[in-house]
Structure formats: C-alpha cells, structure tokens
C-alpha cells in the first residue's frame, strides 16, 4: 500500500459512523503496514493467530448458548475479523482478495443447492444431504468413501470428528443398528457393553488400556449420533452438570472430602 494512501486511510477511518466490509479489510490492511501499522498486527501469520480463530468460535457459541443479541454481534465482529485477518495475509502475498473468497463461497452454495437453483428435486432434509454429500465427493474428487473420511480435518475436537467420521460411514451403508436383529449387524449397545469389558479386562490385568478408551469413546460418540444428539455438547452440558453438583456438596458440607465419588458423579 502506497503510503500516502495508508496517512489517508489512518485520517479518513476514524471520522466515519458506519463502517462496511471494505473498510475492515482496509483497517486491517493499515494495521499491518510495514511502516505505520502496529508492531503487534504487522509480525502476525496464519500459524500465530490460527488458535485466536477457535478460541473466538467458542466465544460465539457461548453468546448463543446466552441468547444475548449484543454478545452475539460482538463476538461475530471478533470472528469476521480473524477472517479478514486472514485475507489480509493472502491478498499481501496475492494469492486471493475477499471478493475471491466470497465469489467461490456463493458459487460451492448455488452448485451444491440444485434443488433451488436448479430442477432437482429435493423435498426432504434427508434427501438435500444426500445430495449435497454426492455433490461435494464429486467436486472434491473424492473417488471412493474412504476418501470422504480422510477428508475430516485431524484437527477437529474428538468427539466431533468421531461423530462425523460415523456419520460418513453411515452414508456408505455401514452403521449400527439400533437392537440386534438378524445377527448380522452389531447392536450398538452389545458393541459399547463389550468395549468395556475390554477395558476392565486390560485394566485388570495391568496392560495399557488407551486404544481400548479410545474405542470406548469411538462407540459413545455414535452412540450419541444414532439418538440425534451432539456428543460434544452433551459432554459440555454433563462437565456443566459436575460443577454445579461439585458445588453443592461442597455448600451442603463444607468439607468436600467428607463425599463419595458417588455422590459426586450422580447428577
């Protein structure tokens, strides 16, 4: 950026009332200015400020889990600018501009939407997926199912991913059932029981029980998904739970010690 154009965006910026996209891009854009910008701004990467990008989601979360419209506008201002943060630092190496990103954004929408903008029919939530994972296999280039599941970011919370992992496998024609009928299938709840008399069994034995918790988790995960619920958010609700229970012992009491593990965990 030219630096009389930067002396003019640092005086014209704060002047106005109302602000619009183009003038965050061009406020981040001053703010890392090898020569006016802040020290702070200019000497950031993707890799520096990639956890700044999550922490901000979460507190998005938090405002809707409130329902509180000005923490919600807050906290989506906060996310907007990661994401033009992050534009900023592509358009400086002229990779991509914003108008790049929001032009592949709305043509992957109207291209993975034919049941509206197109003459396919599609009158059923179940079927809309369907169609939209058949679509974005085939412009992605996913040749085969597996490739559908390595295409889950590793980086994904672990519920998560196990749910959507599950989730993709489901699509491919592989799940539980959800009781044991002709045999052939596994019931979920006989997979999850034996799992954890693996887990027993190991323990008891002293050996190394990780792969074991980790294929208990697996099974609850989508145990969670086959009875429509979110395993990342009943477990934020359940360590939710424990706190308020934690705290009730300790006021009943006021010697927690004095409480079994028990009585802790039944809440």
């Known amino acids: 950026m030219e630096e009389k154009t930067v002396d003019a965006l640092i005086e014209s910026l704060p002047k106005k009332d109302r602000y619009d996209i183009g003038d965050l891009v061009d406020l981040v854009t001053v703010l890392r200015d090898k020569d006016k910008g802040c020290p702070w701004d200019k000497v950031q990467t993707h890799s520096t400020i990639k956890k700044d990008l999550l922490e901000e989601v979460y507190e998005v979360m938090e405002a809707i889990d409130f329902d509180s419209p000005a923490m919600l506008r807050e906290e989506l201002g906060d996310v907007l600018l990661q994401v033009i943060f ?3 630092l592509e358009q400086e190496r002229e990779h991509f501009v914003l108008e790049d990103v929001i032009t592949e954004l709305c043509q992957k929408l109207i291209t993975r939407h034919p049941h ?38 590793k980086n994904f919370p672990a519920l998560m991913r196990a749910q959507k992992l599950g989730k993709r496998a489901s699509r491919a024609g592989v799940d539980f059932v959800k009781s ?53 958010e009943c477990l934020a609700d359940s360590c939710n739970s424990f706190v308020k229970r934690f705290e009730e012992l300790e006021q009943k009491s006021g010697e927690i010690s004095q409480h079994t593990a028990g009585e802790l965990y039944s809440y």
């Open 86 to 88: 992050h534009v900023v």
């Open 116 to 153: 509206v903008f197109g003459n396919v029919n599609a009158d059923t939530v179940d079927k809309v997926l369907t169609n939209w994972d058949s679509i974005k296999k085939e412009t992605k280039g996913q040749e085969t199912y597996t490739d559908t599941l390595k295409s889950v970011p």
């Open 180 to 232: 044991e009928e002709d045999g052939t299938e596994l019931d979920m709840y006989a997979a999850i029981r034996s799992a954890l008399g693996k887990v027993q069994a190991a323990d008891e034995k002293g050996e190394e029980v990780s792969a074991e918790i980790g294929s208990l988790l697996m099974l609850c995960a989508n145990l969670a998904r086959r009875l429509d619920c979110d395993a990342e």
